[in-house]
């Protein structure tokens, strides 16, 4: 007889709890870096053309919601500057889930969306004003299940320069772009680990100073972009 995983307290929800406060463990300065070569666009291109035999490090985070699974998709917009970024957003404190962290651009999938793909450029359309026709899908990583039940399927994206963003203010408080090298090199993946409520949970992150702005890129974010460095390791 199967028995479903205890029911969390969200972490964020926590009385005093700061991702920032708690203890690095350590990073993996140890594993190499991207090289710069494989983070040009022919080079990603090539690589979900002829992926490589390998396998997600993070796929699901601890349940911490009581509800139904529902599919999701986040775009993974990488831009093609000189050096390519990844636009990344900050939720506003208001939502009911992931509320004031950086995430992704996305979010549920709707009954009208045909592909997880349309789902990523439908919200990112929404949320940031990136308008899809300024993207050019390169494919999916693994899914990436959180503790809320999404089902979230990353979809990789290179975007075309010289757009203007138009962030929806009940869902986006900013939005910002980091070097895509930055989050490939695994000297900048911190390692973190927290007990609540009996139960060990564990998580990277990849903190990145937006000027005098501290990102606090972690937890499912965190994970996915993880899960690319795989991908594009492998």
Do not use: K
Not at 51 to 56: T, V
Not at 62 to 85: G, K, M, W
Not at 164 to 171: A, K, R, T
Not at 172 to 200: D, I, K, T, Y
Request: aromatic share 8%; hydrophobic share 40%.
């Amino acid at each position: 007889m199967s028995t479903l995983p205890p029911v969390l307290t969200p972490l964020s929800r926590l009385p005093d709890f700061d991702p920032r406060r708690v203890p690095v463990l350590g990073t993996d300065a140890a594993l190499p870096p991207v090289a710069a070569e494989r983070l040009r666009p022919e080079a990603l291109q090539q690589r979900f053309l002829n992926p490589p035999s390998w396998a997600p490090e993070v796929t699901h985070e601890r349940r911490f919601a009581d509800r139904q699974p529902a599919h999701a998709s986040v775009l993974v917009p990488i831009v093609l500057r000189d050096d390519p970024t990844v636009l990344l957003t900050l939720r506003t404190t208001q939502l009911s889930t992931h509320s004031g962290q950086v995430a992704f651009p996305g979010g549920r999938m709707d009954d009208t969306d045909p592909t997880p793909a349309d789902t990523a450029l439908r919200e990112a359309e929404e949320e940031v004003g990136l308008a899809r026709h300024r993207v050019q899908v390169l494919g999916s990583l693994p899914l990436y299940t959180t503790g809320t039940a999404f089902m979230v399927t990353p979809v990789v994206g290179l975007v075309q320069p010289g757009f203007e963003l138009q962030l929806n203010p009940h869902e986006v408080a900013a939005a910002f772009e980091v070097p895509l090298s930055f989050l490939m090199n695994p000297a900048n993946h911190r390692r973190h680990a927290f007990e609540a409520e009996g139960v060990r949970r564990e998580w990277f992150s990849m903190p990145w100073m937006d000027g005098a702005d501290e990102r606090f890129i972690w937890g499912a974010t965190a994970g996915m972009l993880r899960n690319f460095y795989r991908f594009l390791s492998a």
